[in-house]
């Protein structure tokens, strides 16, 4: 069984930077196949960034290339999403997501998903 555990989000005004981590637990990990989401109230799933499977490539939503940046540390089993120049738009509760068997960039392709961890951006 795989659980998932992020941490590190807040309150933080625009312009900041919240550095988010996703620890794996119950099976060795590496951080590639493994992905983030982020719901904002009233919306549904958005994919957020992945890491493929092969590990050489990484993927992000256009809203925050150039912005975030998806990082992993398998001796720590921890993948990392730091966010940078943060606007009030990227406020949401964030999701890790791993072993997708479809499409990365959809919800419904991920076998296993973290609780959550609420991210707040101030204008």
């Known amino acids: 069984q795989v659980q998932l555990a992020e941490s590190g989000g807040g309150l933080v005004q625009a312009g900041g930077s919240l550095r988010l981590s996703c620890t794996r637990y119950?099976?060795?990990?590496?951080?590639?196949?493994m992905g983030w989401f982020r719901q904002a109230p009233g919306k549904e799933h958005e994919f957020v960034a992945a890491?493929?499977?092969?590990?050489?490539?990484?993927y992000y939503t256009n809203s925050v290339k150039g912005r975030f940046t998806l990082h992993g540390d398998d001796a720590k089993n921890t993948m990392y999403l730091q966010m940078n120049s943060l606007k009030p738009e990227d406020t949401a509760v964030y999701y890790c997501?791993?072993?997708?068997?479809?499409?990365?960039?959809?919800?419904?392709?991920?076998?296993?998903w973290g609780h959550g961890t609420q991210v707040t951006v101030s204008s």
């Open positions: 119950g099976r060795a990990l590496t951080w590639n196949g």
């Open positions: 890491s493929s499977y092969g590990g050489d490539s990484t």
């Open positions: 997501a791993s072993g997708y068997s479809g499409p990365y960039y959809q919800h419904d392709s991920y076998a296993y």
